[in-house]
């Protein structure tokens, strides 16, 4: 393990949560688990399919050309090269995506969005973006919308440190 990773030595004890740490990192893990599971069940009663899924779409749509390269598409669902492949495979099945060989590198794939996936996903949007809306934002004040959003921005960042085992490296 180098020096940077390395958090303890043979004689450190272990840095504790605090109080007030313990109490916020609780209901994190609380609000994170019941908000994926809120949404995942919405995604799934009104347009059978799974959160991630729902995210993959709109990640194509914003793309150029609803194109986007497979390990691009890996990276930026912040999910492993496998699930992606699954998850390709079963849009693929609906209709909703289609592989096709990148121009540039004959090795790559790009994953993009099909009409019949486009219209999937602007018949989801409505009923995702309510249960969004619902579960955080209308619980929020906009001080409040500013301070997660840059709170999460600063986790994330933290989370992807150069050399880290990253979930699309994998």
């Given at each position: 393990m180098d020096d940077a990773m390395k958090t303890l030595t043979d004689t450190d004890e272990p840095r504790w949560l605090t109080d007030d740490e313990q109490r916020s990192w609780q209901a994190y893990i609380q609000a994170s688990m019941l908000l994926?599971?809120?949404l995942d069940r919405q995604l799934q009663r009104d347009a059978r399919m799974p959160h991630v899924y729902y995210g993959l779409l709109v990640k194509?749509?914003?793309a150029p050309r609803?194109?986007?390269r497979m390990t691009e598409l890996a990276?930026?669902?912040k999910i492993t090269r496998s699930r992606l492949s699954h998850a390709i495979a079963r849009m693929e099945k609906d209709g909703?995506?289609?592989?096709e060989d990148c121009p540039d590198d004959k090795r790559g794939q790009n994953a993009v969005l099909t009409?019949?996936?486009f219209e999937v996903l602007r018949e989801a949007a409505p009923g995702h973006v309510s249960a969004v809306r619902l579960a955080?934002?209308?619980r929020l004040s906009p001080e409040q919308v500013e301070q997660f959003g840059d709170i999460c921005r600063i986790i994330a960042d933290g989370l992807q440190p150069e050399g880290?085992?990253?979930p699309w490296l994998r």
């Open positions: 994926e599971d809120h194509l749509s914003w609803h194109r986007m990276e930026s669902a909703w995506v289609r592989r009409d019949k996936g955080v934002f209308d880290a085992d990253l």
